[in-house]
């Protein structure tokens, strides 16, 4: 709980600092990198930190937990918290890191602001920190604690045993831990993250849904390359030397997007990529024998770019009460004209008390999320996952 005379001064100051928010945290990553260049080569994902996605999600994420304090003084977000703590807790972060953090965002606060960095606001300012900084740490802790593992020794070698071709430009890694041992348990949606060593001897880091099955022998990830500016250090990698037979650094598996597979009409919508942790629940339900309604969404750009296509089909189908909606924007023939181009729900029945599952773009995400809260489906009810930093912040 933020102090009453600090929660004056956050509330007083929030239109100062949140106008200046996005040049304090690009002055932070300066001064942070400046001192622990480590710390961009092994941890922080430089193509977001070159497009400034990281920039923008550190400075929402702070806004938006202030205001929450101010807002809200006898509770926490704690949905947002989670969802960073997963994130960390799958880098391998660590209680001393944000002693680090502290140093630089502060400092750079004192940079920015000027005179207007009294120790007052300061002072409330850094309650607000720790405050974010404390329950993050307390939470991946539990985390840490949960899978067996050292605060932030995450990692472990697994091996390929198969990859396959799933599109042009997505690949399929099965993988089995090296040492023999039984992979770790995780749920349907959860993610591992996935450590190279790229050409320049940086170790990057990067975030892949588990589309397997809990309970299969082995676990499977789907890669799409990243193409643009810049083009996808890790995918790309990954795409042109992984083969069967290889290793692969891999973290235990962490996530906040779970399934919860009771008895309420589901709703599975992905464009891209997207798909690959509603494959992963759609296999659950499958081999459980889930029984209520299902219904699937999915956008691509063509059947041929549709990722697990076939898969998505077939477990849809395995399901005794579940429909697949598909769109196109460049279709095969046959296709229904009204599965043309972007996801329009007009005419998809979505049943009273229909718990929904998004991942995919962001736009994507907002429209669909706009068109099932006109439905009636509850907002508590809209759960979804970002790949790469959460613009976002956790509005389930």
Not at 10 to 20: D, H, S, W, Y
Not at 269 to 274: K, T, V, Y
Not at 354 to 360: E, H, K, Q, S, W
Request: overall charge negative.
């Amino acid at each position: 709980m933020l102090s009453e005379k600090s929660a004056m001064t956050v509330r007083a100051t929030l239109p100062t600092v949140g106008a200046a928010i996005g040049t304090i945290t690009e002055r932070f990553y300066e001064r942070l990198f400046a001192a622990h260049p480590a710390l961009l080569r092994d941890l922080f994902n430089r193509g977001n930190q070159a497009a400034g996605l990281q920039k923008q999600a550190l400075a929402g994420s702070i806004a938006a937990f202030a205001t929450y304090l101010v807002d809200h003084p006898d509770e926490r977000p704690d949905a947002m918290l989670g969802r960073i703590a997963h994130k960390h807790a799958s880098l391998g972060v660590t209680a001393d890191q944000y002693k680090i953090v502290h140093e630089h965002l502060f400092a750079a606060i004192a940079e920015v602001l000027g005179e207007d960095a009294t120790p007052e606001v300061t002072d409330a300012w850094d309650e607000v920190y720790w405050l974010m900084a404390n329950a993050l740490i307390a939470i991946e802790d539990r985390l840490y604690a949960e899978r067996g593992v050292l605060a932030g020794d995450v990692w472990r070698a697994w091996t390929v045993a198969v990859r396959t071709e799933e599109t042009a430009d997505c690949a399929t890694f099965r993988l089995r831990p090296a040492d023999g041992a039984p992979a770790p348990a995780f749920k349907p949606g959860q993610y591992v993250s996935v450590q190279v060593e790229l050409a320049d001897g940086a170790r990057q880091i990067r975030q892949y849904s588990l589309s397997s099955a809990p309970g299969a022998e082995l676990r499977s990830i789907t890669v799409k390359r990243v193409t643009g500016e810049p083009d996808g250090e890790v995918s790309g990698h990954l795409h042109a030397h992984l083969r069967a037979g290889d290793a692969l650094r891999v973290s235990a598996p962490y996530g906040d997007l779970v399934l919860d597979a009771d008895d309420a009409p589901l709703l599975l919508a992905s464009a891209g990529i997207g798909c690959t942790p509603m494959v992963s629940m759609l296999e659950r339900l499958a081999a459980t024998g889930h029984r209520s309604p299902v219904t699937v969404v999915h956008a691509d750009r063509s059947p041929a770019a549709h990722p697990l296509r076939a898969d998505h089909m077939a477990l849809t189908a395995r399901l005794p009460d579940a429909e697949a909606h598909f769109w196109y924007e460049d279709p095969e023939p046959g296709h229904p004209a009204g599965r043309t181009g972007l996801v329009d729900l007009a005419t998809v029945p979505v049943a009273s008390g229909t718990r929904a599952y998004l991942c995919g773009p962001l736009p994507f995400m907002r429209a669909v999320r706009t068109q099932l809260l006109a439905k009636g489906v509850a907002a508590a009810d809209i759960h979804y996952e970002v790949f790469g930093p959460d613009l976002w912040l956790a509005r389930d």
